[in-house]
Nanobody, 121 residues
Framework: QVQLVESGGGLVQAGGSLRLSCAASGSGFRINAMGWYRQAPGKQRELVATIHSDDSTDYVDSVRGRFTISRDNAKNTVYLQMHSLKPEDTAVYYC???????????????WGRGTQVTVSS
């Protein structure tokens, strides 16, 4: 199975920036769309940004214009560049990837364990 590992989280002041990374490892798979989710304390997990196979992107309204999702297919890595961070951005951020197994051509979703982002006011 595919393993996703997030990195780049941390503590920043409001107005600051962070870049999250998520690297996929394994063999015998192809990555289709990739995305970032987040979950704040006491709230449901929400989809923050998605990047598709054609590099088109989608963002939740609250981060549009501040966050940028990108991918490096050669490194099997997706990034989330975050600017003008606000305290309400504080959450655990999770990486997600839509996977196709090459041998069986079956599709499934892979998840990372998450990385903490804390924005102080």
């Amino acid at each position: 199975q595919v393993q996703l590992v997030e990195s780049g989280g941390g503590l920043v002041q409001a107005g600051g920036s962070l870049r999250l990374s998520c690297a996929a490892s394994g063999s015998g798979f192809r990555i289709n769309a990739m995305g970032w989710y987040r979950q704040a304390p006491g709230k449901q997990r929400e989809l923050v940004a998605t990047i598709h196979s054609d590099d088109s992107t989608d963002y939740v309204d609250s981060v549009r214009g501040r966050f940028t999702i990108s991918r490096d297919n050669a490194k099997n890595t997706v990034y989330l560049q975050m600017h003008s961070l606000k305290p309400e951005d504080t959450a655990v951020y999770y990486c997600n990837a839509a996977i196709t197994k090459i041998l069986t051509r079956q599709n499934y979703n892979a998840w990372g364990r998450g990385t903490q982002v804390t924005v102080s006011s």
